[in-house]
């Protein structure tokens, strides 16, 4: 294509040769990128030499447009100049290699350190749980108690859920249950349980609990330390032995 270029402007040949020596010094890649330049420079030094004499600033600008084409110092800067830039370039790489391999190993340690600490926002979600234990109303007795549920914990660690609840000799009940809960960063917590009659809306009883959180919060141990008990206006006070194991119901939340 250059040398259809160079015969339709009627480049001289002694031009062609001249350039072709320069380019001659310069790698294939180098003497690619600089064609299109010194073709430029070839046209603009034949459209002068067509100028007359006459023609104001004519000599500089020939003289000008020669020094570009023909120095032989001038190809040699440029490749020198591309060398210098590649060899900067490669510093800056490897630097900025350097920096983003440390910080990809520092930044998973923080991430870690902070993923490791618990939090009433974590552990928000939908659970599962059971609870088995004994009631002890009075040292000479004692009864069983079971129950399993579901409930729901937000963000700001408010409770709401429902369970099934069974007591000795086989008495179940359906039962409502709200209250809230507090999550430590060392995993530890507690949840204070109110348990309501769904029917009558009345409060029933309500519980503080310890907790302790395991598995990333993905489950829950609870230990029952107090239990109230409410017959209408009457509260009474009964000493347990109940734990409770939780679970979320669903792996994302």
Request: proline fraction near 4%; glycine fraction near 8%; aromatic fraction near 8%.
């Amino acid at each position: 294509m250059g040398r259809c270029i160079y015969s339709a402007l009627q480049i001289p040949d002694r031009y062609l040769c001249q350039a072709s020596e320069e380019l001659g010094h310069l790698s294939h890649k180098n003497s690619r990128e600089l064609g299109f330049s010194l073709t430029w420079i070839l046209v603009g030094r034949t459209i002068c030499a067509n100028l007359p004499s006459s023609f104001p600033g004519k000599r500089r600008i020939v003289g000008y447009l020669g020094a570009l084409l023909f120095s032989p110092v001038e190809p040699r800067k440029i490749e020198t100049r591309r060398m210098l830039m590649s060899r900067n370039i490669m510093r800056i790489s490897l630097l900025t290699i350097f920096v983003a391999i440390l910080h990809m190993s520092l930044v998973p340690t923080v991430w870690g350190q902070e993923d490791s600490k618990c939090s009433t926002a974590k552990a928000a979600g939908e659970w599962g749980y059971v609870y088995t234990g004994t009631l002890i109303p009075s040292p000479a007795s004692s009864f069983p108690v079971a129950a399993v549920g579901r409930y729901t914990l937000d963000k700001e660690g408010n409770i709401s859920g429902t369970q099934t609840r069974s007591i000795a000799l086989g008495e179940t009940a359906q039962e409502v249950i709200k209250g809230t809960s507090t999550v430590n960063a060392d995993s530890t917590g507690t949840a204070t349980i109110s348990v309501y009659d769904p029917k009558t809306g009345n409060l029933l009883r309500t519980a503080v609990l310890a907790a302790v959180y395991v598995n990333s919060q993905r489950e829950v141990r609870y230990l029952f330390e107090s239990l109230v008990v409410f017959t209408g206006t009457t509260s009474t006070s009964i000493r347990v032995v109940i734990t409770a194991d939780a679970k979320r119901v669903f792996s994302k939340d």
